[in-house]
């Protein structure tokens, strides 16, 4: 399906890739908007580009009037024979965001991937961070396996404040049951499924940055040791349990 076509696209917005230049180098200010990058940690234009030419893709959410407000953008990759999609970047410009914007670009980029015989796609986030936890996990039907502790890195943006860049990589099996529930708004994962375990992290964790950065930092090690643990056991990271006060990960010991 073409992106540009994609029923699911918010009102008020048409999703469909970025072909000019000017609009491929308009992701560079969403990454300064959204994250806050020093400009040493942004994407560059080129990569954009070059992107586009080797078979990448870069996505766009633009307005009625042709603002460009969001993108997601991907490089193809491979494990061993298999090809698959690797997701380098998701943003929503501020005062877009909360209105699907983010999942209509992800689905956006399944339609791209299925066109093309792809139905895997790959990217990291956060384990701290609740809401992308949540989109991703739940929203979408994503599982993880890996925990990658400072992946990047030092990074300089206004959300790792500091902390080392822990990643968790996040496996979109395209056509798996559970993303087809996901996708219609159903269950990723059995409710009534008793979990193998549990992992908490805080359902804000910028307050936590902010206020106590050192107790910050003790509970993304007590988090990153609770991963990597679950997952030398052979746990699955299928549900996300997300409230006011708290949120935790579920993780079973098969996927079906």
Same mark, same amino acid.
């Given at each position: 399906m073409d992106p540009s076509q994609n029923p699911r696209s918010p009102v008020g917005y048409l999703l469909r890739p970025c072909r000019k230049r000017s609009e491929l180098a308009a992701c560079q200010e969403i990454q300064r908007r959204i994250w806050g990058y020093a400009e040493h940690e942004l994407y560059p234009l080129r990569l954009f580009v070059n992107l586009v030419r080797v078979s990448g893709h870069v996505l766009g959410a633009f307005t009625v009037a042709d603002e460009l407000v969001g993108f997601v953008a991907a490089m193809p990759a491979w494990h061993g024979k298999q090809r698959y999609f690797h997701s380098l970047a998701l943003g929503v410009m501020p005062g877009h965001e909360n209105r699907g914007l983010g999942r209509a670009l992800k689905l956006a980029q399944r339609d791209l991937a299925l066109s093309e015989g792809v139905d895997c796609i790959e990217w990291t986030f956060d384990p701290l961070r609740a809401k992308n936890a949540n989109l991703n996990i739940n929203r979408l039907g994503a599982i993880v396996k890996r925990y990658e502790p400072d992946c990047y890195g030092q990074?300089?943006?206004?959300?790792?404040?500091? /902390?080392? $860049?822990?990643?968790?990589?996040?496996?979109?099996?395209?056509?798996?049951?559970?993303?087809?529930?996901? /996708?219609? $708004?159903?269950?990723?994962?059995d409710p009534g499924r008793k979990a193998a375990g549990e992992i908490e992290i805080p359902a804000a964790i910028d307050d936590w940055i902010k206020q106590d950065p050192e107790n910050a930092r003790k509970v993304q090690t007590r988090v990153r040791e609770e991963f990597q643990r679950c997952f030398a056991q052979d746990l699955t990271v299928t549900g996300f349990v997300l409230n006011t006060k708290s949120a935790y990960y579920l993780l079973d010991s098969h996927e079906n």
């Open positions: 990074v300089e943006s206004c959300f790792q404040q500091g /902390l080392p $860049s822990d990643r968790l990589v996040a496996e979109w099996q395209l056509c798996s049951p559970r993303v087809t529930r996901a /996708l219609a $708004s159903q269950p990723a994962r």
